[in-house]
């Protein structure tokens, strides 16, 4: 089981990105999907998670109303798209999937049994 991070690259300040989060060898199923990122210095923090049936979406305060997750089952694949980008955006972005079921906590990283390798987000102001 994989998790495949994408998308990731150098943006001006105010631009947009889309990363891609691609899941391979199962068919995904459990509470849901999220993104979390971890900027230099800074510990990993929580950016937005989604219920598997996409009907239910969290965002942390600094990337609402800016950025958008979504997904698409029938490809496995997970989306983030980001627009207004700020150079405090700057991070490696992971993605993550709790294929449990069960009483859910997006925001809490141990909720999550598989991780992505990362892509790279840089903003330059």
């Known amino acids: 089981v994989q998790l495949q991070a994408s998308g990731g690259g150098l943006v001006q300040a105010g631009g947009s990105l889309r990363l891609s989060c691609a899941a391979s060898?199962?068919?995904?199923?459990?509470?849901?999907m999220g993104w979390f990122r971890r900027a230099p210095g800074k510990e990993r923090e929580f950016v937005a998670a989604i219920v598997w049936s996409g009907d239910y979406t969290d965002y942390a305060d600094s990337v609402k109303g800016r950025f958008t997750i979504s997904r698409d089952n029938a490809k496995n694949t997970m989306y983030l798209q980001m627009n207004s980008l700020k150079p405090e955006d700057t991070a490696i972005y992971y993605c993550?999937?709790?294929?449990?079921?069960?009483?859910?906590?997006?925001?809490?990283?141990?909720?999550?049994?598989?991780w992505g390798q990362g892509t790279q987000v840089t903003v330059s102001s």
């Open positions: 060898g199962r068919t995904f199923s459990g509470n849901g």
């Open positions: 993550a999937a709790d294929t449990r079921v069960g009483t859910w906590y997006p925001r809490r990283a141990p909720e999550y049994d598989y």
